[in-house]
């Protein structure tokens, strides 16, 4: 299984969880350069299937720089979606803006680079999904072109069973459960009978991403930097049904609730032993604890809206929800699985020496 090997500043940033990931990304206005070796790699490299990416983030200098910026793309030039029915244009606004300064702190000898970044977006997100019809609400199949057959009647592999009349469910019939199920799911906004709701919602997403750099220079052989960046983002993804849930209304997301704090620690130091011998080395440290969690967290709602035992564990909050319920033809309602909740707390730390040789030259 091949995997990349992203370094920053030349310590360790993997996502010890998904190695394929790096534990924190840059902004852009940090990076100084980047170097990517994909075969016939030195031995102080190493560690990748892949690539290995060393990315090297800026300094300070005898001289004071700063950059500003800012970049808004909002909903003014969007069209409105056509199956959107209220007249006011669903949200979209994404707000990205940052700022960098370095320069010394003791000219010749101390320098540091800083910089902060925030994106805020908050967009609207829709999709279709499958609810039962007014009709199949009360009971009325007779739409549906199939028969409902009345499960206390036949024998116990199905065969000789008896028909509801008409296709209709008498309203007797219908179990607490599915009743209440049925008020939580709302109407459908088309008249169709699959993909006949559309929902709509506002996704949240707001990030702060902060590096600070310092580089010391004590002689012309000794030179030593320290870098510590903070990464933290929260973020809310909507759910079609409300308290029914149903997983989250963009299809490549998942709903409820993320938030997370990741910090990444790198020191290194390069010394000139002689004019053919030098030695660099480098401390990395990361700490990853994101969290992510569903809609309905801290909510026993098969246990005690639903009264199904053996739903929710009042005493473990992470069975808090309430069950997931898949009917042929329709789209699914409860939790959306086992995916959450996820927390992580995976810690990296990596150390590299390297003592590297080169051959003199004589005039």
Known sequence: DERNDTRIDGAGNTFVWLPRLVAYSPPLETIEA??????????????????????????????FHGTG?????????????????????????????????????????????????????????????????????RGDFSSYGTTIYDPLTGNANGSGRTAFANNVIPADRISRVARQIIEWLPLPTTPAISSNYFASGEADFDRHSTDVKVNWNPSGRFTMFGRTSILKFSGWTP????????????????????????????????????????????????????????????????????QLPGTNDPNDITYSGMPQFRVS????????????????????????ANLSWSKGTHG
């Open 34 to 63: 980047v170097n990517v070796v994909t075969n016939s790699m030195d031995a102080e490299t190493g560690m990748a299937g892949g690539a290995a990416v060393n990315v090297i983030t800026k300094s300070g200098t005898n001289t």
């Open 69 to 137: 910026f800012e970049y808004n793309s909002n909903g003014a030039l969007k069209a409105r979606n056509v199956f959107y029915t209220d007249p006011k244009k669903p949200e979209f606004n994404q707000n990205q803006w940052g700022a960098t300064l370095g320069g010394p702190i003791a000219r010749n000898k101390l320098f540091f680079f800083g910089s902060h970044e925030r994106t805020d977006r908050s967009i609207n997100v829709s999709r279709f999904f499958t609810v039962p019809t007014v009709e199949a609400r």
């Open 239 to 306: 759910v079609p049904f409300g308290r029914a849930s149903g997983g989250a209304i963009p299809p490549d997301l998942t709903e409820g609730p993320v938030d997370g704090l990741n910090h990444s620690i790198s020191v290194g130091f390069t010394y000139i032993i002689g004019s053919t011998l030098l030695l660099d080395g480098t401390v990395g440290l990361n700490y990853v604890t994101p969290e992510a969690l569903h809609a309905l967290w801290g909510e026993n709602i098969g246990l005690e809206d639903l």
């Open 329 to 352: 033809g329709y789209s699914t309602f409860g939790n959306p699985g086992s995916a959450r909740p996820q927390t992580w707390h995976d810690n990296q730390r990596r150390y590299n």
